[in-house]
C-alpha cells in the first residue's frame, strides 16, 4: 500500500507545530485539507494517530511509534527528490577514480570529505590500476578520472595535468635476503640477484630503465601490494612506495642504499577529452589542479 506523501508530511508538520491549524498555514493549506489528509493516513494504516479529545492534537501510541518510520519516509522522498534535480540538472550518478599504489595525499580525506558533503547523492567508486591499466579504464569510459605516476606521454583523447603531490619511491629487500646484509648496493650487485617488477599493460611509472636486467628470470605482479610481500618473502628486490612498505611493511622489508635513490615521480590526473565531466567529476578535477598547468 502506497502513502500520500502529502498526508505523511501533514502529520509530521502537526506534531511539530503542535496543532491541526498551524500545519495548515505551513503547508499552505486549508485546516480541513489537512485534517482530511491525516484521517485518510490514519485509515490507510489501520491506527489512530492523534488523540482529538482535547483542544490540541495529541500523538496516541500508535502515532509515536509511527513518527519515526514517517520521518525516515520523507527523509528518503526528499533525498529521492535532489537526486532527481541533480540529474536533471546534468548531475553525473557515480564517478569512478582510478587510484595508485604509489600515491599518497595528505589532503586526500579533506577532498572526499568536500567531495561528500557537496555532492552528497554522488555514488563514490574507487579503483586501483597502475599506469597503462589506468590510461585504459579512462580510455574506455570505465572511469572518469585518475590519479597515477606522471607518464612520458599519453594518447591524444587523455588530458591530464601534473598535481602537487609526488611519488616517492625506494629499492627494498626482506630482511633475509642476502642484499641486506650490505651496506650499500651498487648496480652490479642488484643484477646479481632477481628483480621483481610491476606488471601492467603499459609498465611506465617511477623511472627504472636504468635498473640493471637481473640473470634470474623477473618475477612480476599487477599492483605494487603484490610485489611489496613477494619483497618481504625474500624472492628479490623491487622498487616500491616508501609510503605504502612504512605503512603496510613496517619491520619486514630493507630499504637498499643505492646510487640515485629514492627517488620521486610526478603525479598526473587524467581524465577522457571524448566524454564531458558531470559537476562532481569537474569540481574533483578543478581541486586536483588548483594552481597547476593543464595540458
Given at each position: 500500500m502506497s502513502y500520500s506523501p502529502e498526508a505523511l508530511e501533514a502529520?509530521?508538520?502537526?506534531?511539530?507545530l503542535g496543532s491541526f491549524s498551524a500545519a495548515a498555514r505551513r503547508l499552505g493549506k486549508s485546516q480541513s485539507t489537512v485534517s482530511e489528509a491525516?484521517?485518510?493516513?490514519?485509515?490507510?494504516l489501520g491506527l489512530e494517530l492523534f488523540d482529538r479529545s482535547s483542544k490540541h492534537p495529541v500523538l496516541t501510541e500508535a502515532g509515536k511509534a509511527m513518527l519515526g518510520r514517517i520521518e525516515d519516509v520523507l527523509a528518503a522522498s526528499d533525498k529521492l527528490r535532489r537526486a532527481a534535480g541533480r540529474l536533471a540538472d546534468g548531475m553525473e550518478p557515480r564517478l569512478t577514480l582510478v587510484l595508485s599504489d604509489a600515491?599518497?595525499?595528505a589532503d586526500f580525506e579533506i577532498r572526499m570529505a568536500e567531495l561528500d558533503q557537496r555532492f552528497p547523492e554522488l555514488e563514490l567508486e574507487c579503483v586501483f590500476a597502475e599506469h597503462g591499466?589506468?590510461?585504459?579504464?579512462?580510455?574506455?569510459?570505465?572511469?572518469s578520472l585518475g590519479l597515477l605516476s606522471a607518464q612520458p606521454s599519453y594518447p591524444p583523447e587523455?588530458?591530464?595535468a601534473t598535481i602537487a603531490e609526488r611519488a616517492d619511491f625506494g629499492l627494498f629487500v626482506g630482511?633475509?635476503?642476502?642484499?641486506a646484509a650490505e651496506q650499500q648496493v651498487d648496480y652490479q650487485k642488484l643484477a646479481a640477484y632477481r628483480a621483481l617488477r610491476l606488471n601492467t599493460l603499459v609498465d611506465q611509472g617511477v623511472p627504472t630503465d636504468d635498473l640493471p636486467i637481473s640473470g634470474h628470470r623477473p618475477w612480476s605482479a599487477p599492483n605494487y601490494l603484490l610485489l611489496m610481500d613477494m619483497a618481504a618473502f625474500?624472492?628479490?628486490?623491487?622498487?616500491?612506495?616508501?609510503?605504502l612498505v612504512k605503512g603496510y611493511a613496517d619491520g619486514k622489508l630493507k630499504e637498499?642504499?643505492?646510487?640515485?635513490?629514492?627517488?620521486s615521480s610526478a603525479v598526473d590526473v587524467i581524465w577522457s577529452r571524448q566524454r564531458s565531466l558531470g559537476p562532481a567529476g569537474a569540481w574533483l578535477l578543478e581541486t586536483f589542479t588548483r594552481h597547476r598547468g593543464e595540458r
Open positions: 502529520f509530521a508538520q502537526t506534531v511539530a491525516i484521517s485518510r493516513l490514519e485509515i490507510d600515491n599518497q595525499f591499466d589506468a590510461i585504459n579504464l579512462i580510455q574506455s569510459g570505465r572511469a587523455v588530458g591530464y630482511h633475509k635476503h642476502p642484499l625474500g624472492f628479490g628486490w623491487s622498487a616500491l612506495p616508501r609510503w637498499l642504499d643505492v646510487p640515485g635513490w629514492p627517488r
